[in-house]
């Protein structure tokens, strides 16, 4: 009979562990489920701000044939991505997508491009600012990093 008892009540705690653990699953994936909903309330607050840019780098090599001296020319393109951090056309990408590059163009939300300059880049900290000349743009709102703690999720 104690044998009987001791079999029911492991039968219950064991019973009552997976409940535990199916309910702290379903918080989990309740809390998971709101930070997604915040992700993407996030990323459709910052679309219009978003810019995609694409980078040329012209790369030459003299050779000679004989008298002759000759330096072709070859192209590679890159694409990155940037935000704008200002209305008056500034852009703030990763030194990463400038690197080495002669010219530039950004592609905006609404699909219109413009001809931008490298104002600076710092590839320690690995970004960089672009400006083009365009006007009223969408700016993202850039959070203040000191307000920021050790283990906070930054978007």
Known sequence: MIR?????????????????LL??????????????????????QASPAAVQIDAERIAGEKMSFGSFKVTPKSVTKSVGSGFVIDPNGYILTSADVVSGAKTFTVRFSDGSREAATLVGSDPILNCAVLKVEKKDLKALALGDSDSMLPGMLVV
């Not at 009987?4 to 535990?20: G, H, K």
């Open 4 to 20: 009987r008892i001791s079999e029911m009540n492991c039968r219950y705690l064991c019973l009552f562990v997976v409940v535990l």
């Open 23 to 44: 309910a702290s699953v379903a918080a989990g994936a309740s809390a998971l489920s709101d930070l997604s909903q915040d992700m993407a309330a996030i990323a459709k």
